[in-house]
């Protein structure tokens, strides 16, 4: 790791690592304007499936960041990916919001509740009892189930709410059946974003603020990894983890100085 030199491309969390409840971390705008004037490509991660690339690069201006929607790759756009490889055409009930509905109509799939060949759970701020109830019904007899990511909570200005990874919890308890995650920190979601930016694993570097999902995502994708300490990770987490981020640094404030190190003099 220690001798691969300066990254070509960078992997990018969203949130915690670039914005925090909808203010962005000190230094993300230099990061960005950093990564920008350097030629540096990226891609910014996130889990969230809820938002469209053109919704989060909206709500991300109003944070004062200029991040243009091809740089933006969520669970849902994977998710999306994963099963157009696995079952092109198909058929999904889906449990989520804008961002999910529209990346499964834009592979070509078709939403349904009449024996579909997957249900899909994705992040939503208003779960139904009835739309879980009907998950629970379709897996049962047979729906193949995907869910876009693990997080058991998702933050709000209130506090914790369930997210994703407790709902599918609930359904497989119910129901038997475990989901395939597609999200971090399944690689998968990784190597997808690799591809879209038309990156090596050897010259690229994963940037989070999650030990469980960024950077051991980052890790098992071959990645060099830089854990950031701006979102829900502090500096004694770190050892109560069997593995080990390439570096730890404050914030991606961090970063700037050595990427602008990159540009011609």
Known sequence: MANRGAPLSWLCDMDGVLVHEGTA???????VRAL???????????????????????????AGLDIP??????????????????????????????????????????????????????????????????????????ARFIATNPDAVGPSAEGALPATGSVAALIRHATGIDPYFVGKPNPLMVREGLNVLGAHSETTVMV???????????????????????????????????YRPTRVVASVADLVGEIEQLLPR
């Open 25 to 31: 971390v000190r230094g993300a705008d230099e990061f």
């Open 36 to 62: 920008t004037k350097t030629d540096r490509s990226f891609l910014v991660l996130t889990n969230n499936s809820m938002y469209t690339p053109r919704d989060l690069a909206a709500r991300l201006a109003d």
């Open 69 to 142: 929607v091809g740089a933006l790759w969520t669970s849902a756009l994977a998710t999306g990916q994963f099963l157009d490889s696995q079952r092109p055409g198909g058929t999904a009930f889906v449990v989520g919001e804008a961002g999910l509905t529209t990346a499964l109509h834009d592979i070509g799939y078709t939403l349904t509740d009449r024996d579909p060949d997957y249900v899909v759970l994705g992040e939503t701020r208003t779960y139904s009892f009835e739309a879980i109830t009907k998950a629970i019904r379709l897996v049962s007899a047979g």
């Open 208 to 242: 989070g603020d999650r030990m469980d999902t960024d950077v051991v995502a980052g890790i098992e994708a071959g990645l060099e990894t830089i854990l950031v300490l701006s979102g829900v990770t502090q500096p004694q987490d770190v050892e109560r983890f069997p």
